[in-house]
């Protein structure tokens, strides 16, 4: 159990609809990254925060919004959902508390699935 | 210049035989390379990782070679066992930021 926790496990909804996936990191983290992983596109980097602050941004679509709220847990928005949306979709932490600051610690995902 | 490589995508070992993974990387600003282990269904997994001051480093049967000149760096399994079917990512990053993973590699490993 890496520590970090994602909800929901599983997401069915269809075609431009609106979800909303959460994450809580570790106690001590700072740092949240958002990763969608697909199977022809491995893992993608969408988007950082640290802090409540976005720190980067990877390929993350207009559709899709993120932040991180004072308790430091974090949600990502999908909206006008479509097809190709369908991935796993994960959090990641990592703060100054870990033995190496660089390392990112996986939440277990949040499958989505839109048809 | 971000990407990393990682070959090869697939891999049969037999038990106890060693399993060996190669990735290539082009940016010289990376300081940190990882390797994640992901059983089906999970979120990958902290395997082991290592910085660029160091050639090798070992954890049970896992070990990172680091190559810099050459900008590689491979995970071997040693004694390979079932249990280690897995897809493994290599990646790397500088600072704290995001992850680059490589395309991933389907081990599996014969009883």
């Known amino acids: 159990d890496s520590g970090v926790t994602q909800t929901p496990k599983h997401l069915i909804t269809a075609t431009g609809q609106r979800v909303t996936l959460r994450c809580s990191p570790r106690?001590?983290?700072?740092?949240v990254y958002w990763y969608q992983q697909s199977l022809d596109q491995g893992l993608q980097f969408l988007i950082q925060y640290y802090n409540g602050e976005e720190r980067a941004k990877g390929n993350i679509l207009e559709r899709f919004s993120a932040q991180q709220f004072p308790d430091l847990h974090s949600e990502l928005n999908l909206s006008s959902l479509e097809l190709g949306d369908s991935a796993l979709y994960f959090c990641a932490s990592s703060g100054p508390l870990a033995g190496d600051y660089n390392e990112q610690f996986f939440g277990p995902g949040t499958r989505l699935t839109v048809l | 210049q971000q990407q990393v490589k990682q070959s090869p995508q697939s891999l049969i070992v037999q038990k106890g035989g060693i399993s060996i993974i190669n990735c290539a990387y082009e940016n010289t600003a990376f300081d940190y390379f990882p390797w994640y282990q992901q059983f089906p269904g999970k979120g990958p997994a902290l395997l082991i990782a290592i910085r660029p001051d160091v050639s090798e480093k070992k954890e049970g049967r896992f070990t990172i070679s680091f190559n810099k000149s050459a900008k590689q760096f491979s995970l071997h399994i040693m004694d390979s066992q079932p249990g280690d079917s897995a897809t493994y990512f290599c990646a790397a990053n500088w600072g704290a930021q995001k992850l680059v993973f490589g395309q991933g590699t389907r081990l599996t490993i014969n009883p």
């Open positions: 106690s001590g983290d700072l740092s």
